[in-house]
């Protein structure tokens, strides 16, 4: 039995939320990474021996439960550390702020995300035979419906770390920072226009980042990558 934690991580996947908190925690844990396939878009089948869904992050704790799911990792490591690392929340009023954040940012705002992202990729990548007819029809998708519904979704976390000192809840660093990051990463990749007026999101976004423990993370990611992928 594993005497550490071990992150099982997909390279250029969701699962750099699963690293940045285990350094935020400050616990031991090592990082084993996976492969992803960019011709089928899918992951090393190696993970499937860990957990039956194939997907990252998967977290091996160190009495052997296996965790998946990025949310469902975020509640149980931050609720296990909860008197050391103060990520989590022990008030009703605070947990549910958290446990909102959590399930929030892998549903209903991820698929707004994603959605937009999908249109924008999409209207790139086709044929240029079909180019005009199909980027009119994407386009009146975004204006009318994932671009919107995008927008509610960021005005909505804007107000809620406006009035959480700089945080998306509870007034402090809590998982639900590290999940929402995922989300706002992806859109400043691929649809940074969408977060030119949402000021509060941008300096959270840039505070997220300057934290030692994040930098930490992305270092022990890339030399994992470098020393086992490579």
């Not at 091996?60 to 509640?75: C, F, K, P, R």
């Not at 609720?79 to 009023?93: G, H, I, N, S, V």
């Not at 909102?100 to 990729?121: C, D, H, K, P, Q």
């Not at 209207?123 to 009318?144: A, D, H, N, T, Y």
């Amino acid at each position: 039995m594993s005497q550490r934690i071990v992150v099982h991580h997909l390279e250029n996947s969701r699962g750099n939320r699963a690293v940045w908190l285990m350094e935020e925690l400050g616990v031991p844990y090592e990082i084993k990474m996976y492969q992803f396939d960019s011709f089928t878009f899918k992951a090393d089948p190696a993970l499937k021996k860990v957990h039956p869904a194939g997907k990252s992050p998967v977290v091996t704790d160190s009495d052997g439960t296996v965790v998946a799911e990025s949310g469902l990792v975020m509640e149980y490591f931050g609720e296990k550390y909860r008197k050391t690392a103060d990520l989590w929340a022990d008030d009703k009023k605070g947990l549910l702020a958290i446990k909102y954040g959590l399930y929030s940012a892998e549903a209903n705002f991820m698929t707004a995300v994603s959605m937009v992202i999908g249109n924008v990729r999409a209207r790139q990548s086709v044929p240029m035979g079909v180019s005009f007819v199909l980027g009119k029809l994407l386009g009146v998708i975004e204006s009318r419906w994932a671009g919107p519904e995008l927008h509610r979704w960021l005005s909505l976390l804007d107000q809620q770390i406006g009035e959480n000192n700089g945080f998306c809840c509870n007034g402090r660093f809590t998982v639900a920072d590290v999940m929402y990051e995922t989300n706002i990463y992806l859109m400043h990749k691929f649809t940074p226009h969408y977060l030119k007026d949402y000021d509060n999101i941008i300096k959270w976004y840039e505070a997220m980042h300057a934290r030692p423990a994040f930098k930490a993370a992305h270092e022990k990611i890339s030399q994992a990558v470098q020393t086992q992928l490579k």
